[in-house]
């Protein structure tokens, strides 16, 4: 399987042969963990100035990796070993008059903010080494989602990446 992680300043893609059975970090976690501390952690990786540092550095690549495998491996529908998965960490909108219970969350796992974890729908017949496949798997993959994006778009409000991609899409039409 291939997995695209597209946080709010990386985007990575790796090749997963097996997804991990338990959760890759959890010594870096709370011990009362839960998904949304898990997600918040692999959102926190791939925002801000350090992403880029964390990608280059092959442990903390190897964590987001696994982590972000073990999240897909969670959901409802497990996509296939052949198939292309584009995943979106999206910042979250803090509502005005939450944002403390929202900062605390975040802080839980060293993050400024807390992030939603989209799966959108797995493509087929893309490869790592293959970029215009891995562009058009993404593109497919996004444009499937646009009603759900949309219908979002306030929940989403802090992640400009998504804003911009939703603006260039109603420019387009």
Same mark, same amino acid.
């Not at 995943?87 to 999206?90: N, Q």
């Not at 796992?109 to 807390?114: I, N, Q, S």
């Given at each position: !399987?291939? @997995?695209r992680v !597209?946080g709010? !300043? +990386?985007?990575?893609?790796f090749?997963?042969?097996?997804m991990? #059975?338990?959760?890759? @970090?959890? #010594?870096?976690l709370?011990?009362?963990?839960?998904?949304?501390? !898990?997600i918040?952690w692999?959102?926190a990786r791939?925002d801000?100035? &350090?992403?880029s +540092?964390? @990608?280059a550095?092959?442990?903390?690549?190897k964590?987001?990796?696994?982590?972000? /495998?073990?999240l897909? &491996?969670e959901?409802?529908?497990?996509p296939?070993?052949?198939?292309?998965v584009l995943?979106? @960490?999206?910042r979250e909108?803090?509502?005005?008059? &939450?944002k403390?219970?929202?900062?605390?969350?975040a802080e839980?796992?060293?993050?400024?903010?807390?992030?939603?974890?989209?799966v959108?729908?797995p493509?087929?017949?893309?490869?790592? +080494?293959? +970029?215009?496949?891995?562009?058009?798997a993404?593109t497919q993959?996004? /444009?499937?989602m646009?009603?759900?994006?949309? /219908?979002?778009?306030k929940?989403?409000?802090? &992640?400009s990446?998504?804003?911009?991609f939703l603006?260039?899409?109603?420019?387009?039409?």
């Open positions: !399987m291939i @997995i !597209m709010e !300043m +990386e985007i990575h893609s090749s997963c042969a097996e991990p #059975k338990t959760c890759p @970090i959890d #010594k870096q709370p011990e009362d963990k839960d998904r949304a501390d !898990m918040n692999l959102g791939l801000g100035a &350090s992403a +540092e964390v @990608i550095d092959d442990s903390r690549r964590q987001v990796e696994d982590m972000a /495998a073990f897909v &491996s959901t409802e529908q497990v296939d070993k052949d198939d292309f995943v979106l @960490i999206l909108k803090w509502p005005v008059g &939450s403390a219970k929202f900062k605390l969350k839980r796992v060293a993050g400024e903010f807390t992030y939603h974890f989209i959108c729908p493509q087929q017949g893309v490869t790592l +080494e293959d +970029e215009d496949a891995l562009q058009k993404e993959s996004l /444009a499937a646009l009603p759900v994006l949309r /219908a979002n778009r929940r989403f409000a802090a &992640s990446g998504l804003q911009q603006q260039q899409v109603a420019q387009h039409r």
